[in-house]
């Protein structure tokens, strides 16, 4: 289902959206807190300017929003209806999940407004 070429790929990896050969991330891993944010300027594969125009990213602050409260939903849809927790567990346990997850939101937004932009390109991926 999720396979080289479609947008979801490279949402979920961190793939260059033009080419899905490379990560974009400098560190694949993003629980590491002091590089979550930092990016290759060029796609190592393809050439592909990630920083397509200054400050690209603050478009992605919008996607977040709206990943943190689909995980947030979520978060409250398993403690409190799935396991029966009262309102107060599950709003905290709301708040840990958004802790917990904060990394993978960002990228995972990030990751989704860039590929709003940039489609991908078979002749690039070869």
């Given at each position: 289902m999720i396979t080289k070429?479609?947008?979801?790929y490279s949402i979920f990896t961190g793939a260059c959206p033009k080419c899905h050969q490379?990560?974009?991330y400098v560190n694949k891993n993003p629980y590491v807190l002091s590089e979550?944010?930092?990016m290759h300027?060029?796609?190592i594969h393809c050439g592909?300017?990630?920083?397509?125009?200054p400050s690209f990213f603050y478009g992605s602050m919008y996607v977040s929003y709206a990943v943190g409260i689909a995980f947030?939903?979520?978060?409250?849809?398993?403690?409190y209806l799935f396991l029966g927790s009262g309102?107060?567990?599950?709003?905290?346990?709301?708040v840990g999940t958004l802790i917990v997850f904060s990394p993978i939101i960002m990228r995972i937004s990030r990751n989704i407004w860039i590929?709003?932009?940039v489609d991908y390109d078979k002749e690039k991926a070869k």
């Open positions: 070429g479609t947008k979801l490379e990560s974009m979550v944010q930092k300027e060029n796609c592909f300017k990630f920083h397509i125009e947030a939903v979520a978060a409250f849809v398993i403690s309102l107060m567990t599950a709003f905290i346990a709301i590929n709003m932009f």
